[in-house]
């Protein structure tokens, strides 16, 4: 068995990977303090760093094969904290956008990795457990954050920025307890191309992301503008769905072994029905336990996607292969808002909540047919099943 400290310097890495969504408690205020700003831009707090993760986990993917991961992922979290921790210090919303933008670039050298060496360091049964911890670990840091920051965000809006200091404890924990990983000897270029499962699975993956966002975006604005609470509520109610993904990531190894090959669409399924429940009007209570579910769904369905990757990926070529999926979803959270705010507008929806059925819709409806798939010959996201 791998030594514990070397896991607990992986997995301390995924610590990071779903903070970009912290700030999300306080688009509310932010939009008070900006007024001139539209919806959308003032989305782009939260979107925008999905946007600059795209290019930079591909680049950190083709890099990885010839430069230090070591080298790769220290850049990475200093651009972290630099553009995390720097919008607590300014009130306009111009520079904000560019440290947010900054921030997008470190997280994308740190997503590809933050999988990618799990599947460096550990292969088999260790590799799926490690995967299930992952998810369990990612979704602490989201808890973490997320409660932090919303409560922060009740002081100021401004404070809500300071959550991205969680960033030094990693950087302290991986630098004096995480080697660095043997570079593979193969660099024929042929070996290391990508399959057509891997961008399967990147196509899902980015429709998925893309629907799920809605949750992050519109959560906050709904509690607010129906007057069901503050930015202190919407953060229980985002940390309460990463709650979900934790208990998920506790359990995905046994969640794994019943499922098989149904767990991708059947934590679709659970997840449209989260969604479902997030539509409907009565009160703040149910939304919390709708965030929950929703949480279960993405907290299974992600680990779940990253295994497959690394089973249908060349060996070679794993990180690349992650990080183009990672890329994916990135793509998909950062139009979120412009695709979800162009079907409202289409359907002359005027509630937020509008967005939550379209997700569950699509969601629930994506999840139907990849168990359909699953039940043919020829699977859907490649030969290896689950």
Same mark, same amino acid.
């Not at 969604?275 to 579910?293: C, D, K, R, T, V």
């Not at 705010?341 to 999840?367: D, H, K, P, Q, Y």
């Given at each position: 068995? !791998?030594?514990?400290?070397?896991k607990i310097a992986v997995l301390s890495i995924s610590l990071l990977s779903l903070t970009i969504t912290s700030a999300s408690v306080a688009l509310g205020d932010i939009s008070l303090a900006f007024p001139d700003a539209g919806p959308n831009t003032i989305k782009l707090i939260v979107s925008l760093p999905a946007l600059l993760i795209i290019p930079f986990t591909l680049l950190c993917g083709k890099l990885s094969n010839a430069v230090s991961k070591r080298k790769l992922l220290f850049t990475g979290l200093s651009l972290f904290l630099i553009g995390g ?14 440290? !947010? ?7 994308? %050298? ?19 457990? *490690? *995967? ?18 919303? %409560?922060?965000?009740? #002081? ?9 200091? #969680? ?28 399959? !057509? ?23 906050? *604005? ?62 703040? =209570? ?19 996607? *990253? ?39 289409? %359907? ?18 994506? /999840? ?7 039940? !043919?010959?020829?699977?859907?996201? /490649?030969?290896?099943? =689950?």
């Amino acid at each position: 068995m !791998r030594n514990a400290v070397l896991k607990i310097a992986v997995l301390s890495i995924s610590l990071l990977s779903l903070t970009i969504t912290s700030a999300s408690v306080a688009l509310g205020d932010i939009s008070l303090a900006f007024p001139d700003a539209g919806p959308n831009t003032i989305k782009l707090i939260v979107s925008l760093p999905a946007l600059l993760i795209i290019p930079f986990t591909l680049l950190c993917g083709k890099l990885s094969n010839a430069v230090s991961k070591r080298k790769l992922l220290f850049t990475g979290l200093s651009l972290f904290l630099i553009g995390g921790v720097g919008p607590s210090f300014s009130n306009n919303l111009i520079w904000i956008l560019i440290l !947010r933008a900054i921030l997008g670039i470190g997280m994308g %050298f740190i997503m590809p990795l933050a999988t990618g060496l799990i599947a460096d360091f550990f292969d088999g049964e260790e590799r799926a457990a *490690m *995967m299930g911890l992952q998810s369990a670990v990612v979704n602490t840091g989201a808890i973490i954050t997320s409660l932090v920051a919303g %409560f922060l965000s009740a #002081i100021d809006w401004h404070y809500v920025f300071l959550v991205y200091l #969680i960033g030094v404890l990693v950087f302290v924990v991986t630098f004096f307890k995480l080697p660095d990983p043997e570079q593979p000897q193969e660099t024929n270029t042929e070996k290391e191309a990508l399959n !057509r499962p891997v961008y399967v699975i990147a196509f899902v993956i980015f429709v998925h992301s893309l629907l799920l966002f809605s949750f992050f975006t519109n959560t906050a *604005m709904v509690i607010t503008e129906e007057g069901l609470g503050n930015a202190a509520s919407a953060g229980i109610a985002i940390t309460l769905m990463t709650v979900g993904g934790l208990i998920a990531g506790i359990f995905f190894g046994k969640i794994l072994q019943c499922l098989k090959k149904f767990v991708i669409p059947l934590s679709a399924v659970l997840t449209g029905i989260g969604f479902f429940m997030l539509s409907y009007p009565q009160g703040l =209570n149910l939304m919390l336990i709708a965030s929950i579910i929703i949480g279960i769904g993405f907290g299974t369905t992600m680990p779940a996607v *990253m295994i497959k990757t690394s089973m249908v990926a060349p060996k070679s070529a794993t990180t690349l292969a992650i990080a183009v999926v990672t890329s994916a979803m990135s793509l998909g959270q950062f139009i979120s808002p412009f695709v979800l705010s162009f079907v409202e507008m289409l %359907f002359a929806a005027n509630t937020g909540r509008f967005s939550f059925v379209f997700a569950g819709f699509g969601i629930l409806a994506g /999840g139907l047919v990849l168990c359909l798939l699953v039940l !043919r010959p020829e699977k859907a996201f /490649g030969s290896e099943s =689950n």
